[in-house]
């Protein structure tokens, strides 16, 4: 009789258990958010970390200062030759023929007293520039030099409207900020926010993707706005000429 109730027992509890794992586990897909949920917009429709997106490799390394010697050494140089530039007033050429006199100046002394210091003299690097890379390098500046006299004289024909006022915006916008700055300094807070942006992205990324989408829902809103009262409202052909008889 005790043996019966006792397997009655278990019987009862592995019923227990069953029902409590069972529901345990639906809890926890309910708990799980959907594949569709759980999809995040990353800021320029990126699907791969930033590392990987930089291209990976050295250059990433550097832009995301995971090297930290070599990208603040770069960033060191970089500021030096600016403030050569724009505070002390040193011109380009100058500086190049400074440069290579100092060079030049070092080398000469280095190999002419290895002798006397029993050192052995320097040895120079033989550089040159291989042909196919430098064959890309001119294939790709020459594409994007017939981009941008395609897309002058696209918006240049008058055919599209709208394309022909955001070109004369943007350029209009860029006067001003090269009002601002020289071109020197401009080039200079590019390369600076090129070389800090990707590193401060990669801490702060949940909350600059966040913050950025909703900058892109607001920003699509107001150009509907505007394209609903202003853009629209142009005609996207250029004026036609009544004949005279």
């Known amino acids: 009789m005790m043996s019966e109730m006792g397997e009655h027992f278990d019987q009862v509890n592995e019923m227990i258990h069953e029902y409590k794992g069972s529901s345990s586990s639906s809890d926890s897909d309910n708990d799980k ?24 490799g050295k250059s990433a ?3 995301l200062w995971r090297n930290k010697q070599l ?4 960033i060191a140089g970089i500021t030096v030759i600016w403030l050569l ?17 100092l060079t030049l100046a070092t080398c000469f002394l280095w190999s002419n007293s290895a002798s006397f210091i029993n050192r052995s003299p320097p040895k120079f690097p033989e550089i ?17 030099i017939n981009e941008a006299f395609a897309t002058f004289r696209y918006v240049a024909s008058g055919k599209d409207l709208k394309n ?10 860029l006067s001003i900020v090269g009002n601002w700055f020289s071109f020197l300094t401009l080039l200079y807070i590019v390369v600076i926010f090129a070389y800090t ?9 949940d909350h600059v993707d966040t913050a950025a989408e909703k900058a892109m829902v607001e920003i ?26």
């Open 33 to 56: 958010p959907s594949s569709h949920s759980s999809k995040k917009k990353h800021l320029f429709g990126r699907k791969e970390p930033v590392h990987a997106f930089l291209g990976g």
């Open 61 to 63: 390394d550097i832009f």
């Open 71 to 74: 990208s603040g050494s770069i």
């Open 85 to 101: 530039f724009e505070w002390i007033g040193y011109h380009l050429l100058t500086f190049i023929c400074h440069s290579l006199i």
């Open 128 to 144: 040159a520039i291989p042909e196919d890379i430098f064959l890309r390098i001119v294939c790709a500046v020459r594409h994007e």
């Open 164 to 173: 022909f006022l955001k070109v004369i915006g943007g350029l209009w916008i």
């Open 197 to 205: 942006a990707p590193v401060l992205y990669e801490k702060y990324e």
């Open 220 to 245: 699509k809103k107001q150009y509907a706005i505007l394209d609903t009262k202003v853009l629209q409202k142009i005609p996207g052909a250029p004026f036609s000429i009544k004949k005279q008889d």
